[in-house]
């Protein structure tokens, strides 16, 4: 059984910071391509950034420059820094992890809610 769990949503005014992180746990046997996604109330969910197990990078362009995506492979954990955040940014954040475990596949953390404020 594969659990992630996400933190580090929170209320916050514009132009503020926020560090989202996604812990993976349970029976794991390696980790690929981690990601964040977002869903805007209304809006379809959209990719934000991603890491490869190798370290490259990609981001959304709306956010290049003002996010960093990073990942500490020793605790399963990927992290999202968020600097300069736009009221537009306000969603729902999920973390998304490829997973080689009994059941390899894509899995989706619970969702922490980031507000940005005007």
């Known amino acids: 059984q594969v659990q992630l769990v996400e933190s580090g949503g929170d209320l916050v005014q514009a132009g503020g910071s926020l560090r989202l992180s996604c812990a993976a746990s349970?029976?794991?046997?390696?980790?690929?391509?981690m990601a964040w996604y977002r869903q805007a109330p209304g809006k379809q969910r959209e990719f934000v950034a991603a890491?490869?197990?190798?370290?490259?990078?990609d981001y959304r362009d709306s956010v290049k420059g003002r996010f960093t995506i990073s990942r500490e492979n020793a605790k399963n954990t990927v992290y999202l820094q968020m600097n300069s955040l736009k009221p537009e940014d306000t969603a729902v954040y999920y973390c998304?992890?490829?997973?080689?475990?009994?059941?390899?596949?894509?899995?989706w953390g619970q969702g922490t809610q980031v507000t940005v404020s005007s």
């Open positions: 890491i490869t197990s190798g370290g490259d990078t």
């Open positions: 349970g029976t794991i046997f390696n980790i690929n391509r």
């Open positions: 998304n992890v490829f997973i080689v475990s009994l059941t390899t596949r894509n899995y």
